[in-house]
């Protein structure tokens, strides 16, 4: 059986963010592995609310999937809309991602 993996980007720092954000894309684009899962957390939800510099460089992921934000944090942070109207699914992802590792997804967390 291949590799699947959850990306979980989650750090406020836009170099370590966009690393991420890079490999998710080409690990999609390419098929590296049996699947990718793609999760926005923390610090980087308000990023890519807030930064259009950012969401232009995030934008070529859409094409390949649609990221999941956590909505417990975007709603705290008020940017849950603006996630919403990115293009970005937001939810509560904790047990998903709980439920992700269990079934063997490796977590990559930027």
Known sequence: MGKK????IST????KALTGVMYATNALKHKWLEDVKVFFFGPFEKLVAEDQEIQALVAPLLEYQTPVACMFIS??????ASLHTLGYDVSYIGSEI???IEEGYIPMVF
């Open 75 to 80: 709603d705290r942070d008020n940017v849950s």
């Open 98 to 100: 709980s439920a992700y």
């Open 12 to 15: 406020a720092e836009r170099e």
């Open 5 to 8: 993996i959850m990306v979980i």
